[in-house]
Nanobody, 122 residues
Framework: QLQASGGGLVQAVGSLGLSCAAS????????LGWFRQAPGKEREFVGY????????NYAASVKGRFTITRDNAKNTVYLQMNNLKPEDTAVYYC?????????????????WGQGTQVTVSS
C-alpha cells in the first residue's frame, strides 16, 4: 500500500514537497513514480525513479522543476516541486510497479496511492 502526503496550497513560483510511504518489505524492488490529474483532464505522467539504478525520468512539463528521490531505509519516495505554476494544480498520485524499467504506462502500475491535492495560486 502507498500513502501520499504533503499536498496543500502554494503560490506560484513557490515550492512544495510530497511524500509517499509504502508498507511491505519489497520497497527496494519497486519502481516508483508520480502522476497527476487536473480537474476535467486525464491522469498524466509526472515522473519516476527506478528500483535498481535510481534513474529518473520526467514529463517535459515538469523537467527541471520537479525532482523525485527515494529513501529505501524509510520506504518513502519524494517529489520535490519547485517554481510551481498554476497549471501544476492537480491531485497527485504516487504509483509503483515491481521491478520494471519505467513507469509511464499506467497499465503497468500495480500499486496506486490515494491522491493528495496540490493547488497553485497565481
Amino acid at each position: 500500500q502507498l500513502q501520499a502526503s504533503g499536498g496543500g496550497l502554494v503560490q506560484a513560483v513557490g515550492s512544495l514537497g510530497l511524500s509517499c510511504a509504502a508498507s511491505g518489505r519489497t520497497f527496494s524492488s519497486l519502481t516508483l513514480g508520480w502522476f497527476r490529474q487536473a480537474p476535467g483532464k486525464e491522469r498524466e505522467f509526472v515522473g519516476y525513479i527506478t528500483w535498481n539504478t535510481l534513474s529518473t525520468n520526467y514529463a517535459a512539463s515538469v523537467k527541471g522543476r520537479f525532482t523525485i528521490t527515494r529513501d529505501n531505509a524509510k520506504n518513502t519516495v519524494y517529489l520535490q516541486m519547485n517554481n510551481l505554476k498554476p497549471e501544476d494544480t492537480a491531485v497527485y498520485y504516487c504509483a509503483a510497479r515491481v521491478y520494471g524499467l519505467g513507469l509511464i504506462d499506467m497499465n503497468a502500475i500495480r500499486y496506486w496511492g490515494q491522491g493528495t491535492q496540490v493547488t497553485v495560486s497565481s
